[in-house]
Structures are given as C-alpha cells and as structure tokens.
C-alpha cells in the first residue's frame, strides 16, 4: 500500500456537453494533477473506470492510484457514468450494449472525448494514453482498448468481462 500523500496535487471537476455522435450524453468526470507536472506533452493519462454501484469517488478514495499518481507523474482521469437510458444497474457502463461500444458512438465515444479534453487542457502526451478499471469498468476499459486501439497505449481489468461479452456475471 502506498502512502497517502497530503496536498500533493490538485482536482479539477470537468464536465462535458453531449457530443454530436450518437447516443452521446452529458459527462462528468474528475482529473488529478501531481504537483510538479508541466501541460507539456511528456506526462502519461490514466483513465481509471469504476464498476456498479460505484462512483468515482470510490476509485479515488478506494484504490492507490493518487498516490501511484504523486509517485511516477501522471494524470489520472477519473469519469463516471452520469446517466443512461438503458435498463441497468446503477453506474453500470454499457458495455454490453452495441451502441456503446463502437469508435465514435455512446459511451465509448464519450470517454474518447474525455481523454481528447484531458490532453487538450493538462498537456498530457498523446502516445502514452492507458485505461484501467473495475467489474463493469473493467469490461469498458476493455471496449475502449478495442474501439480505439490506435489511441490506447494499454488497458487494464480487474473482474470485468472480454469484449463483447453480455453483464450476467458483472453486478
């Protein structure tokens, strides 16, 4: 377990309009920025995707990544599901639903454009962009690593579902 480090960085509460491709929504997210990391284009982004019932909070109060983050330099982005149309669990991503896991559609398509806003304001570089998350984020992370492969350097899941897979075994 890695120490928690006191007013080591900063976070920014963003949130997004719905995009112009289809099934896009309103996104919200947070993004935290060590201390010491220059919008020069050298930093790593990290996405970290929660799982049901969850928010992002719970990824950031309940997994080390701030402290990875304070330690080795990177941006964290930090998104959560801010509503959906579909019948699921609470903060369920769609993953299993055709139009969310598409390049330029739903919430894959939305949480591209996260990563293109979070390189936009924090200068965060574009070749080192990874995915990461759990249970139901775990499968979106996933779908994002497949929808956009020419964007995401790597992905990472942790109790989630291979691409294309239906949500029975993720609550």
Do not use: K
Not at 112 to 118: D, E, L, S
């Amino acid at each position: 377990c890695l120490p928690a480090l006191a007013d080591a960085g900063s976070f920014h509460a963003r949130a997004m309009p719905a995009g112009d491709h289809p099934e896009s929504r309103e996104r919200q997210y947070q993004v935290y920025v060590p201390d010491g990391v220059v919008a020069d284009g050298s930093a790593p982004l990290v996405m970290l995707l929660h799982g049901c019932r969850q928010s992002e909070r719970d990824m950031i109060d309940d997994t080390s990544f701030v402290a990875l983050a304070d330690r080795e330099g990177f941006v964290v982005a930090f998104p959560f599901v801010t509503g959906f149309r579909e019948s699921r669990n609470p903060n369920c991503w769609g993953f299993w639903f055709e139009h969310h896991r598409r390049e330029g559609a739903g919430e894959a398509g939305d949480l591209r454009r996260i990563i293109a806003a979070v390189e936009a304001e924090f200068g965060t570089d574009p070749g080192r962009r990874y995915v990461a998350g759990l249970s139901s984020g775990a499968a979106m992370a996933v779908v994002l690593a497949v929808a956009y492969s020419e964007d995401i350097a790597a992905a990472g899941a942790v109790a989630g579902l291979p691409y294309g897979e239906q949500p029975p075994a993720v609550t």
